[in-house]
């Protein structure tokens, strides 16, 4: 069973930065792709970034390439979103998940095994 904690949200102004961070812990976090996800109010969780588990391959939703970042740091089971040039529509509650190494298939959340609990994310205009 793997727990994972989000923490690193919080209220920024349109233009600035937040990075997220996810702990991970209860197993081989190598063993696991990462990806974060996101949902506003009243819409549907929507993938966000994913990075695979040697943390050489990454994917961005449209709306956040050349934004914002995924990276992790096996040695600290702990996954990062840097998060640049927030913007209004960037406001939701973040979610980290973990995936099981099979394939780097990522962007739809019935392939994630375990989520943590959000991170509020609000950007002002």
């Known amino acids: 069973q793997v727990q994972l904690v989000e923490s690193g949200g919080g209220l920024v102004q349109a233009g600035g930065s937040l990075r997220l961070s996810c702990a991970a812990s209860?197993?081989?976090?190598?063993?696991?792709?990462m990806g974060w996800f996101r949902q506003a109010p009243g819409k549907e969780r929507e993938f966000v970034a994913a990075?695979?588990?040697?943390?050489?391959?990454?994917l961005y939703t449209d709306s956040v390439k050349g934004r914002f970042t995924i990276s992790r740091d096996n040695a600290k089971n702990t996954v990062f979103l840097q998060m640049n040039s927030l913007k209004p529509e960037d406001t939701a509650i973040y979610y980290c998940a973990a995936a099981r190494v099979v394939t780097f298939r990522v962007i739809a959340t019935r392939e994630y095994d375990y989520w943590g609990q959000g991170t509020q994310v609000t950007v002002s205009s």
């Open positions: 209860g197993g081989i976090f190598s063993g696991y792709h």
């Open positions: 990075i695979n588990n040697g943390g050489t391959r990454t």
